[in-house]
């Protein structure tokens, strides 16, 4: 028992250290040559499959990884826009998903928005990621309608299948450029996604 307690403290131990590790590199002049390096790889994957229609096993595994990934960090920087990706590709099923309007409805974006415009009018916003990070990894553009008590907020989501569309992933310490189709390969269920309060 106590051999396995031994082992178990220094697998941990080593595990914290090489992540420590990973993170200073990536904090470096190294790190943008993997970030680059990475972007290559998996928009490399996404053109391929664009103009073949196939990955192998091992390729859909690195695209299933890469967009749980995603999903798992949207969910702790923005759990909207990780709920966007999990019912994309995993729960929605072509379903429409209905947000918490908690977040969005204190947005600075959607106030400002709102303030500038009248009853009955329906505006697509478009807005920079840092007048609100959150709101912008989960819904940018979005179509916004301001009724006389309430606001609608929705947005078809429906990735682009083309090699001119990017998301770009900032995760901190660099920033990943992926193409929108890359998520195509994993064979997503275009849904419409909503929120609304009353205002």
């Not at 200073?24 to 993997?34: D, E, I, N, Q, Y």
């Not at 390096?37 to 299933?64: C, D, M, P």
Request: with cysteine; proline share 3%.
């Amino acid at each position: 028992m106590r051999k396995y307690r031994r082992w178990f403290r220094n697998t941990v131990l080593v595990s914290w250290l090489s992540a420590g590790l990973f993170a200073t590199m990536l904090a470096t002049p190294a790190g943008r040559v993997f970030d680059r390096a990475v972007s290559a790889h998996f928009n490399w994957l996404a053109v391929r499959y664009l103009r073949t229609g196939k990955l192998t096993w091992g390729e859909r595994v690195q695209l299933i990884a890469l967009y749980k990934l995603i999903a798992l960090g949207g969910h702790i920087i923005s759990p909207e826009g990780g709920a966007i990706i999990r019912h994309y590709l995993w729960e929605g099923k072509g379903r429409d998903l209905h947000l918490d309007s908690a977040h969005i409805r204190s947005s600075p974006v959607i106030i400002r928005q709102l303030a500038s415009m009248r009853v009955g009018e329906v505006r697509r916003v478009t807005f920079r990621m840092n007048e609100d990070y959150r709101l912008a990894c989960a819904l940018n553009p979005l179509n916004l309608h301001k009724e006389k008590d309430r606001v609608i907020i929705w947005q078809r989501i429906a990735f682009a299948r083309d090699t001119n569309t990017y998301t770009r992933l900032d995760y901190g310490l660099g920033r990943i450029l992926l193409l929108d189709a890359a998520i195509h390969a994993l064979r997503p269920a275009p849904f419409t996604v909503h929120c609304s309060w009353r205002y």
